[in-house]
């Protein structure tokens, strides 16, 4: 397990002031949750905001029972500008990685040692959208049925950034907790990733 340099920590001090629980299904059954946390807090005289993404799924294997856990987060400025990110990742049995990536100018300083080594600088874009922008974005850009926008998402699984593509489509009545609610339905799909050098198909 990885030390997290000092632009994002797994506990940081500071204010809650968002906190979420999400049921996740697989195939119209409950596998697990997503449990978000936004906490508030000061360094060097300004305020960042920490936010945690922490997926839990059980899955079924044949006979066997699997858990699997990943810890997305980062840290940014009430104004959207990301200065850190995070990914905590469990392997298998008393195996964990943490990816913990520190923004630096205009590139992103990823960082991992222990049995999964990296040490890698990666081209970053000050337009990324951190985890607390993404929560709020469809506020933001006041979505309504027809709309269409993009915006750039860090995908640590890759180590990479995407183009998030948003489709938003029309209203629609969905069971909540076991109320009937109207929600807007959209479609947010990130572009192909493809390494250079390969076919895009």
């Known amino acids: 397990v990885a030390a997290a340099p000092a632009a994002v920590r797994a506990d940081p001090k500071g204010k809650l002031i968002h906190e979420t629980w999400d049921a ?3 195939d119209g059954n409950k596998a697990g949750y997503v449990h ?20 839990n799924l059980t899955l079924k294997r044949f006979k066997d029972t699997l858990i699997a856990n990943m810890e997305r987060a980062t840290d940014e400025t009430p104004d959207g500008t990301v200065l850190g ?6 392997l298998g049995q008393q195996q964990v990685m943490v990816l913990p ?4 100018g205009k590139q992103l300083h990823v960082k991992v040692e222990g049995k999964y080594q990296m040490d890698k600088k990666i081209p970053w874009d000050d337009q990324v959208v951190g985890l607390y922008r993404e929560h709020h974005i469809f506020k933001e850009k006041q979505a309504k049925p027809g709309d269409q926008f993009s915006y750039l998402h860090y995908e640590p699984m890759i180590n990479g950034i995407v183009t998030i ?26 572009e192909m990733f493809v390494k250079p050098g390969l076919p895009a198909d």
């Open 24 to 26: 996740a299904y697989l």
């Open 101 to 104: 990536g520190t923004v630096q």
């Open 165 to 190: 593509q948003v489709a938003v489509k029309d209203f629609e009545e969905v069971m909540v907790c076991p109320l009937k609610r109207k929600l807007l339905r959209a479609q947010a799909v990130p």
């Open 85 to 90: 990110v995070r990914m905590t990742q469990t």
């Open 36 to 55: 978000t946390t936004v906490h508030e807090h000061e360094r060097d005289g300004k305020k960042v905001l920490h936010t945690n993404v922490a997926l």
